[in-house]
């Protein structure tokens, strides 16, 4: 499966974006899908997950209240709802799929199988 993140963009402080992550390339049969982000001279960190067939979610805590993840199934699509930005959210964001027979919700990058390409997201203050 590919996954493409899309979405990202300058933005001001309290301002809001959606990010996507749609995947193709054939059946999208993967359970837990999540988001990570990377800011200039740091390592990725988890911001998000959710399990696409139960709806169940994850939040890292610095975003808990302000970003929402949800899922489209029938367009194969994640989205990452992020509201009241800060300059700290600033990163380029990924989306990330655990392979298909998983179905517990993971925090660390390594438990993730396949990942997109990233989208920029930049908070001016």
């Known amino acids: 499966v590919q996954l493409q993140a899309s979405g990202g963009g300058l933005v001001q402080a309290g301002g809001s974006l959606r990010l996507s992550c749609a995947a193709s390339?054939?059946?999208?049969?993967?359970?837990?899908v999540g988001w990570f982000y990377q800011a200039p001279g740091k390592e990725r960190a988890f911001v998000a997950a959710?399990?696409?067939?139960?709806?169940?979610?994850a939040y890292a805590e610095s975003v808990k209240g302000r970003f929402t993840v949800a899922r489209d199934n029938a367009k194969n699509t994640v989205y990452l709802q992020m509201n009241s930005l800060k300059p700290e959210d600033t990163a380029v964001y990924y989306c990330?799929?655990?392979?298909?027979?998983?179905?517990?919700?993971?925090?660390?990058?390594?438990?993730?199988?396949?990942w997109g390409q990233g989208t920029l997201v930049t908070v001016s203050s």
């Open positions: 990330a799929a655990r392979r298909s027979a998983v179905t517990v919700i993971a925090r660390s990058r390594g438990q993730y199988d396949y």
């Open positions: 959710i399990n696409r067939y139960s709806g169940t979610t």
């Open positions: 390339g054939g059946t999208f049969n993967q359970n837990v």
